[in-house]
């Protein structure tokens, strides 16, 4: 049996039926990491790679590294496979680490703006 922690409302021919959404679908349970996050955190300090190095290999600017590790800039397609390519793994490995942090977000917005 599924647990229900949230009511969600959807338009039928212009009534409002309320419709039960499971635990699973509602909400995360915890924030995952923002990829930039993860990227320092288990790759760069664990192979003492800096940002610069880092950005050299790539072949993009150090600004975009920055960006990328302090929250302020997401991977696009073109960095997951630059740091796919880089790391030797899968490009969507990275792409996956994007989703489910613009996902917990775009949930986050929802709830907040539901709540007003």
Known sequence: MEAVCSVMAYRDT???HKRSVP??????????PHPGEFLETRFLKPLAIT??????????SRR???ELI??????????AVRLGLFFDNDPTFWMHLQV?????????????????
């Not at 699973?24 to 915890?30: D, K, P």
């Not at 302090?70 to 960095?79: E, K, S, V």
């Not at 489910?100 to 007003?116: I, Q, T």
């Open 70 to 79: 302090g929250g302020r800039r997401a991977i696009t397609p073109d960095t």
């Open 51 to 60: 940002q610069t190095e880092l950005a050299a290999a790539l072949g993009v």
């Open 64 to 66: 975009r590294v920055n």
């Open 14 to 16: 212009s009534r409002i």
């Open 23 to 32: 635990a699973r679908l509602a909400l995360f349970s915890r924030t995952p």
């Open 100 to 116: 489910s942090w613009d996902l917990c977000a775009a949930a986050r917005r929802v709830r907040r703006a539901s709540v007003r």
